[in-house]
């Protein structure tokens, strides 16, 4: 698991003080990343190839705005498929600016839209938001998308998703359990989801719009559930401190994994495979570096093996000689990533996945 390594490579054998080592990894984590200057970007991005709109608020909730970036390829095709990004960042910190530069390279290789989407974390609204209330984000701006895109040609019946680490965790929800709808805000009594945009359409219409024609998940993290047992809640989980909030249980207080296991399990992709006799899920892509110590490949496999033992259509790829983040903007020299070095490669594969699913 993602925050079992981590754990053991920052706080295993220290001998500073909690308080210390919590502002270090802090530090560590956020100075040591370094975002390309635009000359260094011409070499491998083609701006003038795309038009790009940027923090569009797509909603509000209890006041706090939830934006998405839409790029959309200069391209005479009347209608372009679509592709939604979620961000990674242990559901505690970053914002869709991390994807700044897989959206921009998609956009200006490619005859496909991407919208690049903000949701909200567990540490927003003074640490008060839920796991099921980030996941309910994802759908709605699956909803808005569906509903809007076709402002910027984009085709809402040609939408994929993808996202990296935690992004991959929320894309895959949606893919598995993204006909968990209920309309009535209570997913501690039905371990359903109300999307946080609701169109104004039927719910069978919801339902259908819920629906998308492809994955890819990057080092995603698929067992909830295994986490909390793992220490997610905790200061075992350094992405706390990272984002200076205080470990809480993920669904309030009131709920653990010990007393109500079946919510952890109904956020965790892993526990939420369908048989493909009752439902067929999309094609979905499954990546992960072959050094990848916080999102291991032992663990992807484990996920890959799973969507194929229930029989649905899954392609892995182990990516050699790369850790984790390798599709973060920038560098950073903490992870030991460097999206010019290391993302075009991976990139290249997701666009020619894409393309043969939207044909």
């Known amino acids: 698991m993602l925050l079992t390594s981590l754990t053991k490579m920052v706080l295993i054998n220290s001998r500073l003080s909690e308080s210390i080592m919590r502002n ?36 509000s909730k209890e006041n706090f705005d939830l934006s998405l970036d839409i790029y959309v390829p200069n391209s005479s ?20 600016s991390i994807m ?7 956009a200006s290789k490619s005859e496909i839209i991407v919208c690049n989407i903000n949701y909200r974390l567990l540490s927003d609204l003074n640490n008060t938001v839920k796991m ?46 993204g006909d968990r709808i209920s309309l009535n805000n209570n997913f501690a009594e039905s371990l359903k989801f109300t999307p946080t945009f609701i169109p104004k359409v039927s719910k069978e219409k919801i339902l259908e719009q819920m629906h998308v024609k492809a994955s890819i998940l990057s080092y995603g993290a698929f067992d909830i559930y295994a986490g909390a047992n793992d220490g997610f809640e905790t200061y075992k989980n350094p992405f706390w401190s990272f984002s200076r909030s205080t ?30 006799k009752k439902k067929i899920l999309p094609p979905q892509m499954l990546l ?24 649905h259509q899954a392609y892995y790829w182990e ?30 594969k997701m666009i020619n996945f894409l393309n043969s699913v939207f044909k």
């Not at 560590?28 to 608020?57: A, M």
């Not at 700044?100 to 998609?106: F, N, S």
């Not at 992960?288 to 996920?303: A, F, I, Q």
């Open 24 to 59: 270090l990894i802090i530090s560590l984590f956020l100075v040591t990343t370094h975002f390309l200057n635009s000359s260094e970007r011409h070499s491998l991005i083609d701006q003038s190839k795309y038009e790009v709109y940027k923090d569009i608020v797509w909603v």
């Open 77 to 96: 095709l009347k209608k372009l498929p679509v592709l939604l990004i979620f961000h990674g960042g242990g559901w505690l910190i970053c914002d869709k």
């Open 100 to 106: 700044d530069q897989m959206a921009q390279y998609i």
């Open 132 to 177: 099921n209330e980030i996941i309910e984000d994802v759908f709605g701006s699956l909803l808005w998308v569906k509903n809007n895109i076709h402002l910027y040609k984009g085709d809402a019946t040609q939408v994929a998703v993808t996202g990296d680490s935690a992004g991959g965790h929320l894309a895959s929800m949606i893919v598995n359990s």
């Open 247 to 276: 470990p809480r249980k993920i669904f309030g207080e009131g709920f653990d994994h010990v007393n109500n296991p079946e919510m952890y399990k109904a956020v965790s992709p892993l526990y939420n495979i369908p048989e493909a």
């Open 288 to 311: 992960v570096g072959s050094n990848d110590r916080l999102t291991t490949p032992e663990s992807v496999k484990d996920y890959f093996n799973a969507l194929q033992a229930k029989g």
């Open 319 to 348: 990516y050699p000689g790369k850790g984790h983040a390798f599709l973060d903007s920038g560098k950073n020299y903490f992870l030991g990533t460097n999206f010019e070095r290391d993302a075009p490669e991976a990139l290249d």
